[in-house]
């Protein structure tokens, strides 16, 4: 079974404008309420992809009660541990430019902590755990690392897609796949990454310490997945781009739900590249049509190394 894991969910309230004006009324031509938070995408995504999951994290109140109730909705099983807190709301503004005002994440206790690490304990051999979003710095970072040891020992597939400290204390655990951007790897390395060739060079060092895949995804410039015996890079498809949230979630689920079917890398690759740029091209997450559609021009091409 396939788990993902958010922390701090959230609605997202996403509101399209055609002009927006700070400091006065604004009227919204239309609006969406979506279940936010990297986990809650890539479980969302992989549904539409045939690929069941079950939903792990944090939710309070009614907002976490509208999260839960919508993801049911979908076909997809959850398992959330309940807060005192209500959780957050993050509004997306979209006009001519797009303007964001995310809520803060709740205070997660330890008893709280406890009951999530109780649940991954009984994770088996095969499962998957993926570990996706911001991690709040009132957990240690400790817990984390516990996560990780117990997917490890149990043979568990250890999926992280995060950044900051959490995501330079966790790369060293041996993780099955992580999915940085240029600018969160060169922070690992304390450089900084302007082509391929260099994101290949770091992503290889990543390999060389332990962890399985490293995708890096680069905007425009399509992605790169490094493995120990692969070094390829994807230009991404095409399109009119409507919407980035949610794609990088994406692009981790076609991976795992391509991976799952077949355990060829490459392929999942570039099932995942499809599926990034499908939800980029959509106001929602991608379709299974849309990713189909789409796979044929995402075109995979081996990269060299290089610092320079």
């Not at 396939?2 to 969910?9: A, G, H, R, S, V």
């Not at 390999?207 to 490293?214: L, P, W």
Request: hydrophobic content about 35%; some cysteine.
């Amino acid at each position: 079974m396939i788990y993902t894991c958010t922390i701090t969910p959230s609605i997202d309230y996403t509101t399209y404008l055609s002009d927006f004006h700070t400091g006065t009324l604004n009227r919204s031509n239309e609006v969406f309420y979506y279940p936010g938070g990297k986990g809650i995408n890539v479980s969302r995504v992989l549904k539409r992809l045939d690929v069941d999951s079950i939903a792990l994290g944090f939710a309070g109140g009614f907002t976490g009660n509208y999260i839960q109730q919508f993801l049911l909705k979908e076909g997809i099983e959850t398992d959330f541990i309940q807060t005192d807190e209500i959780t957050r709301i993050n509004v997306k503004i979209k006009a001519q430019e797009e303007t964001e005002l995310n809520g803060p994440g709740p205070v997660i206790n330890a008893q709280q902590q406890s009951a999530l690490m109780n649940k991954i304990k009984t994770l088996k051999t095969g499962d998957w755990f993926v570990l996706a979003g911001s991690l709040p710095e009132s957990i240690p970072q400790t817990f984390f690392m516990e996560i990780a040891s117990i997917c490890n020992e149990q043979d568990v597939h250890f999926v992280l897609d995060t950044s900051g400290p959490a995501l330079k204390d966790l790369v060293h655990t041996q993780p099955f796949l992580i999915k940085p951007n240029e600018h969160e790897l060169g922070e690992l390395f304390d450089t900084i990454i302007v082509n391929k060739q260099q994101a290949s060079h770091y992503a290889k060092r990543l390999v060389n310490q332990g962890v399985q895949h490293v995708i890096v995804s680069m905007g425009e410039e399509g992605a790169l997945l490094v493995t120990k015996d692969l070094v390829v890079s994807a230009k991404a498809p095409q399109g009119k781009v409507v919407n980035t949230v949610g794609s990088g979630d994406s692009l981790i689920s076609g991976f795992i739900a391509s991976y799952t079917k077949d355990k060829d890398a490459e392929k999942a690759f570039r099932y995942g590249v499809a599926s990034g740029s499908a939800t980029a091209f959509r106001s929602d997450l991608c379709e299974k049509s849309d990713v189909e559609e789409l796979l044929e021009q995402v075109l995979l091409t081996p990269t060299e190394q290089d610092v320079t």
